[in-house]
T-cell receptor, first 116, second 112 residues
Framework: GAGVSQSPSNKVTEKGKDVELRCDPI?????LYWYRQSLGQGLEFLIY????????KSGLPSDRFSAERTGGSVSTLTIQRTQQEDSAVYLC??????????????FGNGTRLTVT | KQEVTQIPAALSVPEGENLVLNCSFT??????LQWFRQDPGKGLTSLLL?????REQTSGRLNASLDKSSGRSTLYIAASQPGDSATYLC???????????FGQGTTLQVKP
């Protein structure tokens, strides 16, 4: 079946503009995660969704970052008033949450964001 | 706070060699450990997942081991090939949310 799909694959924006990044998880996956990968940095956790709620938002770097998920499926990560330090690859992952044993995460190819 | 470290940061080997990538983590209370491969400009491909109750997992030429008590995992690649060239990432799940904490990765180059 289809994997995790992210759009756009590349986004160039001017400093100060808002951007929206989209993630379509694997059908039926209840858990959804956003990560950020900056040049020279590891993968940094941003936010976790279970269904439409976000019980863990601890990784969002500032109040310019927000995310939502609707219908237990598509998620959108919004960055307001973008700054150059927001330039990174934003990765989305999904999984079937199974309680005590955590299943593998399946990642999309990411959105490469460049803020000029 | 869980921290994951991978050594070495980069590795270059001739084709055909067997090699070991290392991963260590500071908090042994994990749910599972997952090894990923990342090709340049691409997302992450899951290679192996080891649940906390398991000691190792194998897939083809790959074998991953887990020693929870010492906070270590190794990824063994047998008979390396140029197509194995990529960045290998280790990640642990210490939360029942499934959230993963990643190491910085080991960039592997296999020379023909």
């Amino acid at each position: 079946g289809a994997g995790v799909s992210q759009s756009p694959s590349n986004k160039v924006t001017e400093k100060g503009k808002d951007v929206e990044l989209r993630c379509d998880p694997i059908s039926g996956h209840t858990a959804l995660y956003w990560y950020r990968q900056s040049l020279g940095q590891g993968l940094e956790f941003l936010i976790y969704f279970q269904g439409n709620s976000a019980p863990d938002k601890s990784g969002l770097p500032s109040d310019r970052f927000s995310a939502e998920r609707t219908g237990g499926s598509v998620s959108t990560l919004t960055i307001q008033r973008t700054q150059q330090e927001d330039s990174a690859v934003y990765l989305c992952a999904s999984s079937l949450w199974q309680g005590r044993q955590n299943p593998p995460l399946h990642f999309g190819n990411g959105t490469r964001l460049t803020v000029t | 706070k869980q921290e994951v470290t991978q050594i070495p940061a980069a590795l270059s080997v001739p084709e055909g060699e067997n090699l070991v990538l290392n991963c260590s983590f500071t908090d042994s209370a994990i749910y599972n450990l997952q090894w990923f491969r990342q090709d340049p400009g691409k997302g992450l491909t899951s290679l192996l997942l080891i649940q906390s109750s398991q000691r190792e997992q194998t897939s083809g030429r790959l074998n991953a081991s887990l020693d929870k008590s010492s906070g270590r995992s190794t990824l063994y690649i047998a008979a390396s090939q140029p197509g194995d060239s990529a960045t290998y990432l280790c990640a642990v799940s210490s939360s029942n949310t499934g959230k993963l904490i990643f190491g910085q990765g080991t960039t592997l180059q296999v020379k023909p």
